[in-house]
């Protein structure tokens, strides 16, 4: 009767281990969930701001280690004041 009470105890743990897993990767879920729709909601603003504009207005990703990632930094500061 011990060796059933120990194997049912062992499986409970278990049971709620899996259960903690479960809910860990819920919260990961829910957080790529609100990640990817934050970037969608982005993307088609930026879009829809291109077609408005005819493609007059063009937005593209830049990180400072590309090549024209500069000097569109020094134009934007040459023109803008804080004024």
């Not at 990817?36 to 077609?51: A, D, G, K, P, W």
């Not at 207005?57 to 500061?77: H, K, M, N, T, Y």
Request: aromatic share 8%; with cysteine; proline share 1%.
């Amino acid at each position: 009767m011990q060796e059933i009470e120990n194997k049912r105890a062992l499986l409970q743990g278990r049971m709620q281990d899996k259960h903690e897993d479960l809910k860990d990767l819920d919260s990961i879920y829910e957080t790529l969930k609100k990640k990817i729709y934050e970037m969608s909601e982005q993307n088609i603003h930026r879009l829809m701001t291109e077609l408005e504009t005819g493609g007059n207005i063009r937005f593209e990703e830049g990180r400072p280690q590309d090549r024209w990632f500069s000097s569109c930094v020094d134009l934007v500061r040459s023109r803008f004041s804080a004024e």
